[in-house]
Structure formats: structure tokens, C-alpha cells
């Protein structure tokens, strides 16, 4: 049995991709499989936190003793984290949310012979920036999905989003991100940073756990 570091603590996770539609039948989306995101909330319940995990559409069984919500698109998402997060003490940003959604959706199925129009996109609300911008913040980790300079752009996000934590993995690679079943991670916070080596997204999840209850309790001593 594991130590059961988080009892007490309200954990609030996204995870998942989000699905911005164009019209009845077509939508745009990303790769992502939620495999991360629900292995952070299993984990974390293990570690004894009361989890809700904020789901885009995935193929993933409902873990046991986990509050889900299901939701579709970014602004679902949005309105489901923001209805919980002022009561959350850590929140945890492993979804793949759409930066942009298409201006409009069309009632009808989009005929191909005006398929060539230029499709609008119109910016979708910043979920995790919006957590973090709470007058009772709670302790907000974000992640980082790049394909270069990771480092740079992790702590830029981490500084611009107000973050207390970003977990940055490389995607686009032959193994870890997106939909596989491994992941490696470099961490960093204000003042520190550490890494995480590929490894099964299970493991992974236990570790990175761990490391949020560390520095949780390091920023709010009993
Ligand atoms: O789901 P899997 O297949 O297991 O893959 C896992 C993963 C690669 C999706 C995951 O590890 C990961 O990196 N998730 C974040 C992906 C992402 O969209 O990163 P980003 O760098 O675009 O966003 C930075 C942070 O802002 C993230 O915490 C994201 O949730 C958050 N964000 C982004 C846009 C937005 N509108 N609202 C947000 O909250």
C-alpha cells in the first residue's frame, strides 16, 4: 500500500482532447487519448485525494471512485473546471484543449462544393490561465506539449499562465505524448526543475504525484 500523501485534498484534472465542431458531422480535434490525464487521477486517488477529472471525449473506461464530467468542446470545458475549481485545492491541466474553434457552426452538413471556404477560427478562453487568475487560486500544475525548444516555451508558460507547475513532454516523437502509452517528463517550477524518464504513463503519473504533494505542502506548510 502507498503512502496516502494527498488524504484531504480536493484535486480537480482535465484530461483528454477537445472536439470544436464545424457543422452536424465534422469536427477538429487533436491527438490526444486521455491516457495521461486518467492515470494522474488514478494515481492521485490512490494517494488518498477526493479527484474530479474533467474528460474531453476519450475511449477510457470511468476509473472507479472518480468523479467524472464529460464534455466535448473547450468552452464545455471551461464551464465545467470553472463551476469547480474555486474549490479545489490543486488542479492539474493535462487536457489538450483546441486554442481555436471554428467561428461558426453550421446547421447543415457543409456541401463539398463549398468546402474549399476559408474556414474562421475564433480563439477559445484560456482554461488553466483562468484557474490561476482565482482570487482563492488553488496550486495550479500545467503541462506543455512541444515539438521544439521545450524548455524555453515550458517556462514561458509556466510564467505567462501563472502556473506553480509545468510537466513539458516532447510530442511528435516516434515514442511518449500523444496517444502512446508512454511518456517521459521534464518538470520545472519557480526555481527548480525535474526530469521524469520514459516510462509507462502509470508509473509516470505516481511520480509526478508525488512531486505535486511535495511542493503543494512546501507552498502551504501545516
Ligand atoms: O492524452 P494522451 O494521449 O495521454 O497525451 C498526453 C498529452 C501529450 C496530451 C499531455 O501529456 C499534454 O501535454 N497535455 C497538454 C497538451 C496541450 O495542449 O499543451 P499546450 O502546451 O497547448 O497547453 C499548455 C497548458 O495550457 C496545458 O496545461 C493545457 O491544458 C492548458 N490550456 C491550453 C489551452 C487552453 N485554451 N486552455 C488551457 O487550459
Request: hydrophobic share 40%; aromatic share 6%.
Amino acid at each position: 500500500t502507498r503512502p496516502q500523501s494527498m488524504r484531504g485534498l480536493k484535486l480537480l484534472i482535465s484530461a483528454g482532447p477537445t472536439r470544436e465542431p464545424l457543422d452536424p458531422v465534422r469536427y477538429i480535434t487533436n491527438r490526444s487519448s486521455g491516457k495521461m490525464g486518467y492515470a494522474i487521477a488514478e494515481a492521485a486517488q490512490q494517494a488518498g485525494a477526493d479527484v474530479t477529472l474533467v474528460s474531453g471525449p476519450v475511449n477510457i473506461p470511468v476509473p472507479d471512485n472518480i468523479h467524472v464530467v464529460k464534455v466535448e468542446t473547450a468552452q464545455q470545458m471551461f464551464d465545467a473546471v470553472m463551476n469547480q475549481a474555486h474549490r479545489c485545492d490543486i488542479y492539474i491541466g493535462a487536457a489538450a484543449v483546441a486554442d481555436y474553434r471554428p467561428a461558426q457552426i453550421q446547421d447543415h452538413k457543409i456541401k463539398k462544393q463549398h468546402a474549399d471556404n476559408i474556414i474562421e477560427l475564433t480563439q477559445n478562453p484560456d482554461i488553466i490561465a483562468s484557474v490561476a487568475g482565482l482570487p482563492k487560486k488553488p496550486f495550479v500544475v500545467g503541462f506543455a506539449a512541444e515539438t521544439d525548444d521545450l524548455a524555453n516555451y515550458a517556462s514561458q508558460k509556466l510564467h505567462s499562465k501563472n502556473l506553480d507547475m509545468i510537466a513539458a513532454n516532447w510530442v511528435g516523437q516516434s515514442e511518449g505524448g500523444f496517444d502512446s502509452d508512454h511518456n517521459a517528463l521534464q518538470v520545472f517550477w519557480p526555481g527548480g526543475s525535474q526530469h521524469f524518464a520514459m516510462t509507462d504513463k502509470q508509473y509516470l503519473a505516481h511520480q509526478l504525484v508525488k512531486l505535486i504533494t511535495e511542493k503543494f505542502n512546501e507552498k502551504n506548510p501545516a
